[in-house]
């Protein structure tokens, strides 16, 4: 699932997650030119360095617009800011997955949440 690029330590990998909605929930259309919104996301196991990662999520596809954040989060798994600079880069959506590129700027692995935001 997750391609390491180079790093300290072994490529993030999912820990968990929230269960996002999926098309099968009949959700009402948004409006203007986006006709379906969803939110989902997952937590992973530490890492450092730069990798590309990947989610597998059914509501992509070739033509949505995907945003993804990133954070570090402490043992509760509560997002917060520390020293170290998480950037995602290279966002990259195929049918049911996007790619995407994640630098953790950090000696030691830390564990982080990804939030995904998929507009169709």
Same mark, same amino acid.
């Given at each position: 699932? #997750?391609?390491?690029?180079?790093? #300290? &330590?072994?490529?993030?990998? *999912?820990?968990?997650?929230? $269960?996002?909605?999926?098309?099968? $929930? @009949?959700? =009402? ?9 969803? %939110? ?8 450092? @360095?730069?990798?590309?990662? $990947?989610?597998?999520?059914?509501? *992509? ?17 509560? %997002?917060?800011?520390?020293? #170290?600079?998480? $950037?995602?880069? &290279?966002? =990259? ?9 994640? #630098?953790?700027?950090?000696? &030691?692995?830390?564990?982080? %949440? ?7």
């Amino acid at each position: 699932m #997750a391609a390491a690029e180079s790093s #300290a &330590s072994g490529a993030p990998q *999912i820990t968990g997650g929230s $269960q996002p909605a999926g098309p099968a $929930q @009949g959700l =009402a259309a948004i409006g203007g030119n986006v006709g379906a919104l969803w %939110r989902g996301w997952w937590t992973w196991t530490p890492g450092n @360095g730069t990798f590309n990662l $990947q989610i597998p999520w059914d509501v *992509i596809g070739t033509d949505s617009t995907v945003i993804v954040t990133a954070s570090e989060i402490d043992g509760n798994g509560h %997002r917060f800011v520390g020293s #170290a600079p998480f $950037q995602v880069s &290279s966002i =990259a959506p195929a049918n049911g997955v996007v790619t995407f590129k994640i #630098a953790i700027g950090w000696n &030691s692995p830390l564990p982080m %949440r990804t939030d995904v935001t998929v507009l169709n």
